[in-house]
């Protein structure tokens, strides 16, 4: 289903860990739509490996960077533009990363240092990169930036502990600089907030299996597939979308506009 809709465009994709990742499935369709982007991940998830076979077959380039660090995104956001040969028109953050989820800390009782490293990660990540392209030019008129987040951000799931306060920081900055980017270059920022889906960081939330299950029945069209949202990511990333900025997204077969739906409700019904 491939429409050159990226043709001509440039990308940085942040995030792919694996051929389970978001941002795998984002970096396939879009060498398919016809863009050329720069692949990269932080330098301990290149240890994998697996990002270099992405590369491969993308025809694209792994430059590590640590989103944390805006040294280390000076550094790609340079590299990047130098391979490409010019100015970048999409950015995919696809990243999330909680050290209180990972050591099973509960959110009454979370570690400060690993909430520190949490928000820095999975959403002031966000504000660096888009600080240091702002600061270095580096994102072309109606350029656009998505992000990926998850509907913790508006509502509580438990077990989602602090990475929900991290989706709403994000949420967050991506409306505050959507505006500034937006008036001075006319750069686009949004979020899309997905359906679970099975992947490395998905995995990591505790009762994921059994989650998984309740977000199909709870969705009039079931759970968005990864493929599902890397198809999105593209609709955002093309021209089709300009005038969409400073919006979060719901990409999840209608579970955010869902009160109850009767295969869940028939669970609760008396046995006679
Ligand atoms: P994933 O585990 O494949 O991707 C997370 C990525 O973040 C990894 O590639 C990891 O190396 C990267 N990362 C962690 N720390 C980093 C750092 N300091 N610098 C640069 N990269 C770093 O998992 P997935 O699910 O594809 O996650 C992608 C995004 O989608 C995350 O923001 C996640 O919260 C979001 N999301 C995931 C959902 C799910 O159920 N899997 C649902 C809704 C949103």
Partial sequence: MANNLLKGKR???FGAL???????????????????????????????????DLAEKTGSI?????????????????????????KIDFILHSIGMSPNVRKKKHYTDINYNYYNQTL????????????????MDALNEWGSVVALTYIAAQRIFPDYNDMADAKSLLESITRSFGYHYGIKKKVRVNTISQSPTVTTAGQGIKGFDEFINFSEQMSPLGNASAVACADYCI??????????????LFHDGGF???????????????ED
């Fill in 18 to 52: 694996n051929d389970m990742s978001i941002a795998w499935k984002v970096a396939e369709r879009a060498h398919e739509e016809g863009a050329e982007f720069v692949l990269t991940n932080a330098p301990i998830a290149m240890r994998m490996g697996a990002i270099n």
């Fill in 62 to 86: 792994v430059i590590p960077a640590d989103a944390t660090s805006v040294e280390d995104l000076e550094k790609l956001i340079q590299e990047a533009m130098d391979h490409l040969g010019g």
């Fill in 235 to 248: 609709s955002m990333f093309s021209d089709l979308t300009r005038y969409v900025t400073m919006q979060n």
């Fill in 11 to 13: 990308g940085i994709i």
């Fill in 120 to 135: 820095d990660v999975s959403a002031g990540s966000l504000h660096k990169i888009l600080a240091t392209a702002q600061k």
């Fill in 256 to 270: 955010s506009n869902t009160g109850v739906t009767q295969q869940v409700i028939e669970r609760f019904g008396s």
